[in-house]
């Protein structure tokens, strides 16, 4: 067994919940680039060209890319022979997003659902833990906005609806989201398992660096197909009327039970923020 | 900056607004106030109780923001638009008041865009995720009401060429239906 204090991980966190809000992913600052090349109207490239500005700002200044620090998602994968020591491993993430929150400058967003007082230190966090061969810690961290969230569904389709219906669903979501969610997007499709692993498998597919299509040929064209039909709905960037509207679709699929066909889709801001870290 | 922004200081008067269309990008100069939803909620309850608002809303543009909080140094954080919708129910209110204007992101119901017309108010929209951009343009804020709520705190700003685009004018037109009709390829 190796042994890993839980300090670590709590500076860990720490860390990631500011460099994840201060540090737009490249992918995702490429693809932006590219969409300006691609975009056909002229306020549309002007709102991708102040998108990557705003990057570049933040990324120079050390501040929050977007005032939604969102909520910390994080995804554990804990080697099966690492053994945690110096404390609760949950109270030291919660630990991490607190003082990640706090001395990096970043909104607090957490509040209680009905009388919406605010929390105060953006805990609790949304921890997913998967226990992996090996000796390693990964940690991977998602600031999730309200924004784009608000957006997702999940559909349980019938079986019949099949892949034609997965596809018509999602872009059906998509043109109901116009420029809510913060457009350009991408957009996370979960298909498969119950209820709650379809968002699980959607949020995971959002994690996927941008470019890289899903390895199983009929899902990636499947993407594609999802994608051109999205952009062709004219919404465009801020939803103000263009021609990129997502930067790309990825799809994650696993087996469900016979009666169901599970469908979610997760959308994401195009500050789609995300770091990680292996103890 | 280009040169085809319309420069407005608030408050902003009926001819102001009048001379706006969807699609027109403006430079706002002036004070602004912010509020989100909590503090929406409060200020409409407020009204029902026959209380006074935090502010005079007559002349005055509200942006739908919950700003992250200042770096030493320097009047506001990152402060970029939230979603608008979910200040819909309580919007009509304030613009039957006098505001004149809101900025956000995303659409407005069509109560709000129906209130726009006939109060004549503007719905701005502002680039969401662009809050590190946006906040330069933001030199000085105070909270004013409201502290407890926060990031949420109704907050008073001095901005100087803050750059938003008109998305519903007082015509009742709608920037994300008509950019939409020009850009939608149909099959």
């Known amino acids: ?279 | 900056m280009a040169e085809d922004y319309i420069r407005l200081t608030t408050p902003l008067s009926d001819e102001d607004v009048e001379r706006l269309k969807i699609g027109d990008r403006v430079l706002l100069n002036g004070v602004i106030y912010t509020g989100r939803d909590a503090a929406h909620k409060r200020m409409v309850e407020a009204l029902d109780k026959g209380e006074d608002l935090p502010f005079d809303v007559r002349g005055q543009v509200i942006y739908f923001v919950g700003p992250t909080p200042a770096k030493p140094g320097k009047p506001i954080g990152s402060a970029g638009p939230t979603t608008s919708y979910r200040m819909d129910p309580y919007s009509p209110k304030l613009i039957a008041l006098g505001l004149k204007g809101m900025i956000g992101k995303g659409g407005r119901s069509q109560e709000v865009i129906d209130a726009c017309v006939k109060y004549k108010c503007v719905y701005f929209g502002a680039i969401g995720g662009a809050g590190a951009l946006l906040a330069k343009q933001i030199k000085k804020a105070e909270v004013i009401a409201y502290e407890d709520l926060g990031p949420e705190a109704v907050r008073r700003l001095e901005v100087e060429d803050f750059p938003v685009i008109v998305v519903n004018d007082v015509y009742g037109n709608d920037l994300e239906k008509e950019g939409r009709n020009q850009y939608e390829v149909k099959e």
């Open chain 1, 1 to 279: 067994m190796r042994e890993v204090n839980v300090s670590e991980v709590t500076e860990a966190v720490k860390k990631l919940c500011m460099d994840a809000n201060y540090y737009l992913p490249e992918d995702v600052y490429n693809a932006l680039q590219e969409a300006v090349q691609k975009e056909r109207s002229p306020v549309g490239r002007f709102v991708l060209e102040q998108i990557l500005r705003n990057a570049d700002i933040a990324r120079e200044e050390q501040v929050p890319i977007c005032q939604d620090c969102g909520l910390a998602v994080i995804f554990m994968e804990i080697g099966q022979d690492v053994k945690f020591v110096g404390g609760d491993l949950k109270e030291a993430i919660y630990e991490g997003v607190r003082q990640g929150y706090k001395e990096g400058y970043l909104r607090k967003s957490t509040c209680h659902p009905f009388t919406r007082a605010n929390v105060g230190d953006n805990t609790p966090p949304v921890v997913h833990y998967d226990i992996v061969p090996g000796d390693k810690v990964r940690i991977v961290l998602a600031p999730k906005g309200g924004g784009s969230e608000n957006m997702s569904r999940v559909m349980m389709l019938k079986p019949a609806d099949g892949l034609e219906g997965v596809k018509d669903y999602v872009v059906q979501r998509c043109s109901e989201c116009g420029g809510n969610p913060c457009p350009p997007v991408i957009v996370g499709v979960g298909v498969g398992g119950t209820f709650e692993r379809s968002a699980f498998l959607a949020k995971k597919a959002l994690l996927r660096p941008l470019g890289r299509p899903n390895p199983d040929l009929e899902l990636a064209a499947a993407e594609q197909e999802m994608l051109e039909r999205i952009n062709k709905l004219g919404m465009g960037p801020m939803g103000w009327g263009g021609t990129v509207y997502a930067l790309a679709v990825h799809f994650e699929m696993e087996p469900c039970h016979i009666a169901s066909l599970p469908c979610a889709v997760n959308i994401n801001c195009h500050a789609a923020r995300h770091k990680e870290v292996t103890i």
